[in-house]
T-cell receptor, first 114, second 109 residues
Framework: DTAVSQTPKYLVTQMGNDKSIKCEQNLGHDTMYWYKQDSKKFLKIMFSYNNKELIINETVPNRFSPKSPDKAHLNLHINSLELGDSAVYFCASSKGGTPTHEQYFGPGTRLTVT | QKEVEQDPGPLSVPEGAIVSLNCTYSNSAFQYFMWYRQYSRKGPELLMYTYSSGNKEDGRFTAQVDKSSKYISLFIRDSQPSDSATYLC?????????FGRGTSLIVHP
């Protein structure tokens, strides 16, 4: 049974389009995260939600908007996609509200903007 | 200086070799030290977790932390081709999750 799942797994789209990525966790965790991993494998935090409340919002363009309808779901909507948005986006969850706890990662969504 | 530094590699070793992967950090607030393993086209998964300076062993893996020099190591004994992956160090204790860029390890038969 998948702990952290993401859809879609692959996303190919054109510049200027709007797209969403969905994430769900069935671990009962309180905290969920979105990360961006670029072509050099650098994993960078974008957002974190704890009990549906935004607690981390790193320097990310306003085109990126996270939404957490409940503790088990964290979605990422991206407006006006740009070439530089091409990357792998990982969703993760953890039991506690701080990053000292083990994080469980989803399989990633590979976004390609053409 | 970046908060967490890792040599990206790749590090290529023969099967059975002892592997040493290293990481340095700059933030003295880090108190928890984690190593994640990431296979190609997969999400990272926790491999080792340690709280303090010293060594922690788990099977073929040993994590070593030296807080005084802000240096973290992961040793893999009797390395196997299945160990081929990227290893990311992740010191914790500050508010923002922090990962090194990872070291790519290739273990060839």
């Amino acid at each position: 049974d998948t702990a952290v799942s993401q859809t879609p797994k692959y996303l190919v789209t054109q510049m200027g389009n709007d797209k969403s990525i969905k994430c769900e966790q069935n671990l009962g965790h309180d905290t969920m995260y979105w990360y961006k991993q670029d072509s050099k494998k650098f994993l960078k935090i974008m957002f974190s939600y704890n009990n549906k409340e935004l607690i981390i919002n790193e320097t990310v363009p306003n085109r990126f908007s996270p939404k957490s309808p409940d503790k088990a779901h964290l979605n990422l909507h991206i407006n006006s996609l740009e070439l530089g948005d091409s990357a792998v986006y990982f969703c993760a969850s953890s039991k506690g509200g701080t990053p000292t706890h083990e994080q469980y990662f989803g399989p990633g969504t590979r976004l390609t903007v053409t | 200086q970046k908060e967490v530094e890792q040599d990206p590699g790749p590090l290529s070793v023969p099967e059975g070799a002892i592997v040493s992967l290293n990481c340095t950090y700059s933030n003295s607030a880090f108190q928890y030290f984690m190593w994640y393993r990431q296979y190609s086209r997969k999400g990272p998964e926790l491999l080792m977790y340690t709280y303090s300076s010293g060594n922690k062993e788990d099977g073929r893996f040993t994590a070593q932390v030296d807080k005084s020099s802000k240096y973290i190591s992961l040793f893999i004994r009797d390395s196997q081709p299945s160990d081929s992956a990227t290893y990311l160090c992740a010191p914790g204790g500050s508010y923002i999750p922090t990962f090194g860029r990872g070291t790519s390890l290739i273990v060839h038969p």
